[in-house]
């Protein structure tokens, strides 16, 4: 397949509903090309690489953080929301990002972490100062029980207690994540009206949208109740890993409050007359589906958000599927999802889930039908699987406080692979910032291309949202599952236009009745009339069009 031609422009710029059914591809910048020789990927080599995306059919790209950071967690500790770190470029190479992007027909996200900064951010700087500084009630500061202890049980997610204990202001300070991570307080007029001016100055530049990271942990209990316990038969391991205490609580009070709703009509506000659309990530094993419907609802909210269903250890079967679309037409019969298999904090999806390739083709597939939007992960269209990091070649922090039990994120964050001609895959002139698997080498974008391989099958599975614009915005029906078959109908609100979907996920034939009236298939082999049965062999897909 060649390269993908842009639409018209002036249609394209002024789509409000291009964010609907949009297929994004995530960037995990210090790991998808570098252009300077120094190990760690950078803007410059984004622009290099854009080709390779546009080609594979995605509608817009996700730039995970590149700002200023003293790189404690990676880019997700900001020091400076409105320049690039040095390691990764400066402002000039993000705006030929941007220009390289559109000129292909992708529009471009970036990765907003706006729940908490670095503490070297000067804000945090001069809020620890004293209590009675200009910005002293920027972050979450609380004094100490009687006892000198924290202020209350919350637990941060990188392990112990959210609570850090400042010398300076003899309080505590809320950390979601790690002790260097300090969190921003929503609860503070002046800090949403900064980092609202943080939004307008990426739209200024350029930027179609955001993807928000831990949206739902903006807002904090201001009366700080403690969290309730959370009984061992309800705790899950889809937001923390199962070693992690952070699962034994339920999170009433220490995320997803409220007073959220109105921060997010003010971004939404700001966003609109720019025509940008964002993604917030929920953080919630409980309540995921939940949050959704209420960040989602309406026109005066996000666009769009996902939960942690599609991430999670658990293989996807047909019943989970069927479940989660059941739970969120529950919770959310107004919202609008957007779906991963993977992503830069998880194992990829094609070791979690012990793919084949075969099975990963269907996988990607169901992933394109299905009603909502989709993001996919950087590699996972060459079926990468989960890099095997020894522990002196850790960079995590999460990994390194868990180890063994959890080896925390960076199997799924090694660099990307280019060519399989050298040892760093095409990736560095120089030696990576975490090693390249030796069997991704075989596995590399530019040779790993023919007509059977994943990528072409990536490359087709997206071409259905253009080719069927039902897929993209379109009711989604009769959702079943019976064993390893699922079964489902993509369709206008009129039923003019449909198209039946069916995926045998698992490793057995299986025979279907044919759906009623008359029909056309078009996967695997276009135009072929339906008969009264449907065989589909061992991960085999058929969809067909109303005739």
């Not at 220490?254 to 709703?261: C, T, W």
């Not at 309540?287 to 026109?299: F, K, N, S």
């Not at 039946?500 to 279907?512: H, K, R, T």
Request: charge should be negative; proline fraction near 6%; hydrophobic fraction near 40%.
């Amino acid at each position: 397949m060649g390269m993908v031609e842009k639409p018209n422009a002036v249609a394209w710029a002024q789509d409000k509903n291009w964010w609907r059914g949009t297929v994004i591809y995530q960037i995990y910048p210090r790991s998808f090309q570098d252009s300077n020789g120094d190990g760690i990927g950078d803007l410059a080599g984004i622009v290099q690489r854009l080709p390779h995306i546009a080609e594979l059919g995605a509608d817009a790209i996700w730039i995970s953080p590149f700002f200023t950071s003293p790189m404690k967690d990676f880019g997700y500790d900001v020091s400076d929301y409105c320049d690039v770190d040095p390691m990764f470029g400066q402002l000039a190479d993000f705006d030929a990002v941007i220009a390289r992007a559109h000129d292909l027909g992708l529009r471009v996200m970036i990765d907003l972490v706006l729940s908490h900064t670095s503490d070297a951010h000067p804000w945090f700087r001069e809020s620890r100062a004293s209590r009675t500084n200009t910005r002293a009630n920027w972050y979450v500061w609380a004094d100490p029980k009687m006892d000198g202890t924290a202020p209350n049980n919350w637990l941060s997610i990188f392990g112990g207690s959210a609570w850090q204990w400042d010398a300076r202001r003899e309080q505590y300070f809320l950390h979601n994540f790690l002790t260097s991570q300090p969190d921003l307080n929503f609860h503070e007029p002046q800090v949403q009206d900064a980092l609202l001016d943080v939004a307008r100055f990426w739209l200024d530049r350029g930027v179609d949208g955001f993807r928000l990271d831990t949206i739902n942990f903006y807002t904090h209990d201001k009366y700080l109740r403690d969290n309730p316990a959370l009984p061992p038969e309800q705790r899950n391991a889809d937001t923390a890993p199962a070693v992690n205490p952070y699962n034994h609580q339920m999170h009433l009070f220490d995320k997803s409050q409220p007073e959220n709703i109105e921060f997010l009509k003010k971004l939404r506000a700001v966003m609109k007359p720019y025509n940008a659309a964002a993604v917030g990530e929920v953080g919630d094993a409980q309540r995921g589906l939940e949050i959704l419907g209420e960040y989602t609802r309406g026109d005066d909210r996000m666009q769009m958000c996902y939960a942690f269903e599609f991430l999670s250890p658990k293989r996807l079967t047909p019943a989970r599927v069927v479940e989660t679309f059941d739970a969120l037409e529950a919770a959310a019969p107004d919202g609008w999802a957007c779906w991963a298999f993977s992503n830069h904090d998880v194992v990829r999806h094609i070791t979690r889930w012990g793919l084949s390739v075969k099975a990963a083709k269907a996988y990607a597939t169901l992933l394109m039908c299905l009603r909502g939007s989709a993001c996919l992960y950087q590699g996972e269209e060459l079926g990468l699987p989960e890099a095997d990091i020894a522990f002196e070649d850790l960079q995590d922090p999460y990994g390194i406080e868990f180890w063994p039990e959890f080896k925390g994120r960076d199997g799924c964050r090694t660099p990307m692979v280019w060519q399989s001609d050298n040892q760093t895959g095409g990736f560095s002139a120089g030696k990576p910032w975490l090693p390249v698997p030796a069997q991704h080498l075989q596995l590399a974008g530019e040779t790993a291309r023919g007509a059977d391989s994943l990528f072409a099958h990536y490359q087709t599975a997206l071409g259905l949202r253009r080719q069927f614009p039902v897929l993209r915005s379109g009711v989604q029906r009769g959702l079943t599952a019976q064993g390893d078959l699922l079964t489902f109908i993509r369709e206008t609100d009129t039923g003019e236009d449909a198209l039946f979907c069916a995926f045998n996920l698992g490793d057995q034939s299986i025979e279907l009745p044919a759906p009623k009236g008359l029909w056309q298939s078009v996967w695997p082999n276009g135009g072929a009339a339906l008969g009264k049965t449907i065989t589909l062999g061992p991960w085999q897909v058929c969809l067909a069009s109303k005739a």
